[in-house]
């Protein structure tokens, strides 16, 4: 902002708003999940919860992120997976599964070995 283009009052003008438009993908959504689904062997039981195009990644290419949720029940886990819209690089992609981490299997005792180990305790 230059100097001159604050007001007596001390207030300066806003700077006029531009709608920004993400570039189009080079390649398609479903495109890019089937890229996905074979490079990373996914399973089809692995559905889509969320799906987004986006720009603004290291190189400026666009990005497909796709949020995946595997079922209910003993094969219960979610995926994310990133690829690249231009030349179909998976650029990320994570893998949660319960029970995979320490801290996500509890240990499980009775009420009454509870209480008195909260006894113990005190």
Known sequence: MLVNEVKLDGTAPMPEK?????????MAEKEALQLARTVLN?????QVEH???YTGGFDGNGMWFFQLK???GEQDYSMSVEVDAVNGWI???YRWK???YSQDQASVISESEALDRAL???
């Open 42 to 46: 996914l399973p089809e039981e692995l």
């Open 51 to 53: 799906s987004n195009y």
């Open 98 to 100: 319960p029970g995979y």
């Open 91 to 93: 650029r990320y992609f």
């Open 70 to 72: 595997g079922p209910k």
């Open 120 to 122: 113990e305790f005190i």
């Open 18 to 26: 531009k709608k920004v438009e993400a570039p189009e993908p080079v």
